[in-house]
């Protein structure tokens, strides 16, 4: 809409038919004469204009003089719309109140609406909701939501955090509850050694302890006897699980051993790769060279898995690769068999290490041979570490 | 003869000035969009007015448009826009 067609809807237009043989001379002498006639349009016999509405008194003694009739058809703009809204007042009041409703209305809460209740249900919640103070129809502005939030944490202490937010007219309770621990597991039961070593430290929660510091113990041994004893009172003693830290220090040893002259085999290059397709355990295809194709050789192997939700029964393809080796004869100092003996016990060493273990003192030891002999280490790694595990009583005490 | 002579005379000054030649000779102005609007600056009034032909008057003549459905979007002293599928324009003198 152009700024004119603005300006003549405010101002206010009329839409005129204009009938007779001298219209287009009636049109000439108005707009020669500064009255300003647009959307003209021929209809038959009579052509339609549009004019200002002050324009009208002065055009029709032009009519007149031309020999043309007018009518007015449609009277248009604001004024005119104006007048027929004072006149139907009602339609504008209804109009008005209509609004004011709307926005009336929406400025209250009328649903509620929970979220992120998984376990205690939406009743609960809405229970300490309404404890808190919140309602459908509660107007939405003066609500402290912060302070809601606050008091439905208190009053609903399974709740470890509240939101809450409003969307238009409803309300979002947004809740995490809260996630406990698996309740502890109070069978009787003892703790005891889970592997071999020396009792340094003891830390007793429930139970009666069968070790003393500085004792060796053997794997399985008892350490605390998940058993209460009633001191001087006449009562049985009580079956309770035992609780407890049994701090120890535990070796584990490691063995290696190399040869002055050690046999040293490396990959020539030369390669022979089979594959294998197998169907439900079951080989269906082979690809390659079957058998040894080399004097020497090691095979390095890998899967394949065609996935489930294509092959109805699991489709592997198995590819095999065997590098041929060559085998040579090293001949080693007494330093590098040694440090060889030595990486090869302390990685038998520290594959029996637990995980999470940190080893606190290294003790690497030759053992003596005669000369010409295979290089011997031992590799001994000492932790600390709490050796206590659970045992349950069978059938209680 | 004098008017002939004038002319001549209002042409040459026109263009020695570099001025519009529509502005000193009194001659129509045409700006036609597409073949949906012609705007025509400088006329004489409307001679005749139907859906399908407007006769226009100029200075030295009229201009006839000729198509469909053509409506005057605009009818002011001296600029008229006509809108519609206008399909030819005509010069008579």
């Given amino acids: ?397 | 003869m004098d008017g002939k002579e004038g002319k001549r005379w209002r042409r040459e000054l026109a263009d020695f000035l570099e001025l519009p030649r529509e502005i000193i000779l009194n001659l129509p102005r045409l700006t036609i969009v597409g073949t949906m609007q012609c705007l025509l600056e400088n006329h004489r009034g409307v001679i005749e007015y139907t859906n399908e032909m407007i006769r226009i008057a100029v200075a030295e003549g009229e201009i006839i448009i000729r198509g469909d459905n053509l409506v005057i979007r605009t009818l002011a002293g001296e600029e008229i826009a006509v809108e519609g599928k206008i399909s030819s324009l005509d010069f008579e003198s």
């Fill in chain 1, 1 to 397: 809409m152009s700024v004119m067609a603005v300006r003549r809807f405010f101002a206010g237009y009329l839409v005129i038919t204009i009938s007779g043989a001298a219209a287009e001379k009636f049109m000439n002498l108005a707009s020669g004469l500064g009255f300003p006639l647009w959307d003209i349009s021929c209809g038959g016999e009579s052509t339609i204009f549009k004019t200002g509405v002050d324009s009208f008194f002065e055009l029709a003694p032009l009519a007149r003089k031309t020999g043309c009739r007018l009518r007015i058809m449609r009277k248009a703009g604001w004024p005119f719309f104006y007048r027929r809204l004072r006149r139907r007042r009602g339609l504008f009041l209804g109009a008005g109140l209509f609004v004011f409703l709307l926005y009336f209305f929406s400025s209250f809460i009328l649903f509620i609406r929970v979220e992120g209740a998984e376990t205690l249900g939406r009743e609960r919640i809405m229970a300490a909701a309404e404890k808190a103070g919140l309602r459908t129809g509660l107007p939405k502005s003066g609500l402290d939501k912060e302070r809601l939030a606050a008091a439905m944490l208190l009053l609903e202490p399974e709740l470890a955090w509240v939101g809450i937010n409003i969307q238009g007219t409803s309300l979002v309770i947004e809740v995490v509850e809260k996630s406990r621990p698996p309740a502890g597991d109070e069978r009787p039961a003892h703790l005891v050694a889970a592997r071999d070593g020396l009792i340094v430290d003891l830390l007793l929660i429930t139970g009666e302890p069968r070790v003393r510091l500085g004792e060796t113990v053997r794997r399985g041994q008892l350490l605390i006897e998940g058993v209460l004893y009633p001191g001087t009172y006449p009562v049985a003693p009580l079956a309770v699980r035992a609780r407890g830290e049994v701090w120890a220090r535990v070796w584990y040893a490691g063995y290696g051993e190399a040869a002055l002259q050690e046999p040293v085999a490396t990959r020539t290059g030369r390669r022979e790769v089979s594959w294998t397709l197998v169907a439900d355990g079951r080989e269906v295809l082979r690809l390659g060279r079957d058998g040894a194709p080399f004097r020497h050789f090691d095979v390095e192997t890998g899967k394949q898995r065609l996935p489930e939700r294509i092959a109805p029964v699991p489709v592997e393809l198995i590819t095999s690769i065997k590098h041929e080796l060559h085998l040579r004869v090293q001949e080693l100092s007494l330093e590098q068999a040694l440090a060889l003996a030595a990486e090869r016990a302390r990685e038998q060493a520290v594959l029996q290490l637990p995980a999470g273990v940190e080893p606190r003192h290294i003790d690497l030891r030759q053992i003596t041979t005669g000369s010409g002999q295979p290089v011997r280490v031992r590799y001994v790694l000492e932790t600390l570490e709490n050796i206590a595990v659970v045992q349950e009583i069978a059938g209680g005490e």
